[in-house]
């Protein structure tokens, strides 16, 4: 089959779970960012990483099978027994080929099994040492404690445009978004003597919204803070 790892999942992801998982899985793609991509053949497509998947490969020739990890445990095969899905879960795999774009399958998957050990099992066509991976327990302690940053943006204008709606704060900053009836797909806040401080998108609280909605709470309390 070629060089392979497995993984058998047990049961979803909490939402907080998840959330240390898709931190870490930031800090693996962006450690290894250079080599990956959404696709092999999309080398200028970014991996994903959402509230329901993570998606990632090398790009072109040093791309192989695609690792796609979800947060659902996934649904019950036809030819698998209820009782065997109930306690042995689904499997999944991820044949890598020992291209580059392996370490960052491995440290990850060592990564989500150090999260949520009793989540999943993993294996490899490798010895189960391939999963011993240095620096991994300072991995996971950056990814649980990493939260949502607001992200200036130069390309948004300090000031209120049309089509947006603008709540005036006592600190004297607007909270800015696009007016109903358009979709809210970004908030940010803008400071009369500083412009834009802070810019959060539809994504990044769909990823987090308790922590989202917590920088944005830190942000109208703190006037011209960066949150």
């Known amino acids: 089959m070629g060089y392979t790892?497995?993984?058998r999942r047990l049961r979803d992801f909490t939402d907080a779970e998840w959330k240390v998982i898709c931190a870490a899985a930031r800090i693996v793609t962006d450690k290894h960012k250079d080599i990956l991509c959404y696709e092999y053949d999309e080398v200028g497509?970014?991996?994903e990483i959402s509230g329901t998947m993570i998606r990632f490969n090398g790009k072109g020739e040093d791309g192989h099978e695609t690792f796609y990890f979800t947060k659902a445990k996934g649904s019950k095969p036809a030819w698998?027994?209820?009782a065997e899905y109930d306690t042995q879960g689904v499997s999944y795999f991820c044949k890598t080929a020992c291209k580059p774009y392996d370490e960052a399958v491995v440290m990850l998957l060592a990564a989500?099994?150090?999260i949520a050990p009793d989540a999943l099992t993993i294996t490899s066509d490798g010895d189960y040492n391939v999963f011993r991976v240095k620096g991994?327990?300072?991995l996971v302690r950056e990814a649980k404690a990493a939260k949502p940053k607001a992200r200036a943006k130069k390309s948004h204008p300090a000031t209120v445009r049309p089509g947006e709606y603008?709540?005036?704060?006592p600190t004297g900053c607007k909270l800015v978004c696009p007016a109903h009836p358009k979709p809210c797909e970004y908030v940010r806040i803008v400071d009369p003597m500083c412009g834009e401080v802070a810019y959060w998108d539809s994504e990044e609280w769909r990823e987090a919204p308790q922590e989202v909605m917590g920088a944005i709470m830190g942000a109208l309390s703190s006037g011209?803070?960066?949150a």
Do not use: F, G, S, T
């Not at 603008?166 to 704060?169: C, G, K, S």
């Open 45 to 47: 497509k970014a991996p």
């Open 5 to 7: 790892h497995y993984w």
């Open 136 to 138: 991994l327990a300072a």
């Open 224 to 226: 011209n803070e960066d």
């Open 80 to 82: 698998i027994p209820q």
């Open 166 to 169: 603008a709540v005036e704060l």
């Open 112 to 114: 989500i099994k150090k």
